[in-house]
């Protein structure tokens, strides 16, 4: 009775999460503009999106901010966790943490409320910043720093301290130790880091709609202006678009994990067996 609850709950969990997403997949070659209607098969919506510019440039610049905003907020939350786990008790550090995990917990309409009177009131001293990619950029970092900094702190307690202080022992100088000791043990936080600010970054509304000037409207921003007039068939073809991407990237990094741990057992296997020999 108990396996048996805990595949039909698992059951019940995939068709709750994937079958909105297979409805999408599936109308995007419906040849009705009504998403309710069946009337055909066709790829004329991908046709469309592709010659559609607004898409398009939508697509564009939100990728460009996600991939800008992962990189800043993997290199943001990297230093910060460094500081929170290797540094141990300073002057500060209570609030610098809170301050790294206040944008967790914070409403993104309340983020982005105050960075714009914030760059309201530097516009009117200053002259600049003008709101566009630049300022949306910032406010998809401030957030991603905090996500990246939760992500690399736990790795970072989870990594044996005897490591770094054998490669200082052996003459490494602290710079020396964290690119080649430190950096290496945490590259897989890193990486899983800089997937979650992209992925948060490119999904964004709230932040980017506060943020956002002439020329720097993101995909999310054109896709929800569109849903109030009615949304057409095109976008279900861009978003099928983004989920087969995605899917192939997910089982490709899954396959290139399987293969890393099965080469480190494979390697470690071969060392016990030296070892044991010797």
């Not at 991407?245 to 089982?251: L, P, R, Y």
Request: proline fraction near 4%.
């Amino acid at each position: 009775m108990k396996n048996l609850f805990g595949r039909s709950w698992l059951i019940a969990v995939f068709i709750f999460l994937y079958i909105p997403i297979v409805t999408l997949v599936v109308y995007s070659f419906n040849d009705s503009r009504l998403s309710t209607v069946w009337t055909g098969f066709t790829f004329k919506w991908y046709v469309d999106a592709a010659h559609d510019r607004e898409l398009i440039d939508g697509l564009i610049i939100s990728l460009k901010l996600a991939f800008m905003s992962g990189i800043l907020s993997v290199i943001f939350g990297t230093f910060t966790a460094f500081v929170l786990v290797r540094y141990g008790r300073f002057k500060g550090r209570t609030l610098l943490s809170s301050m790294a995990n206040a944008p967790l917990v914070m409403p993104d309409v309340i983020v982005g409320i105050s960075l714009l009177l914030m760059l309201v009131a530097l516009q009117k001293w200053l002259g600049f910043p003008e709101r566009g990619i630049p300022t949306i950029l910032l406010g998809h970092a401030l957030i991603g720093t905090s996500f990246a900094t939760v992500v690399i702190i736990s790795r970072l307690r989870e990594i044996d301290r005897r490591l770094e202080e054998a490669a200082m022992d052996l003459g490494c100088k602290p710079f020396q130790v964290f690119m080649l000791v430190t950096l290496p043990l945490i590259a897989s936080a890193l990486v899983s880091a800089f997937l979650l600010t992209f992925t948060l970054s490119f999904d964004d509304v709230v932040v980017a709609a506060f943020l956002s000037g002439p020329g720097s409207t993101t995909l999310p921003l054109v896709i929800f202006s569109r849903a109030r007039l009615g949304l057409d068939p095109s976008i279900n073809a861009v978003a099928t678009i983004i989920i087969v991407v995605v899917s192939i990237g997910v089982i490709a990094s899954s396959l290139y994990q399987l293969r890393s741990q099965k080469r480190r057992q494979r390697e470690i296997s071969e060392a016990y067996g030296q070892s044991s020999r010797s």
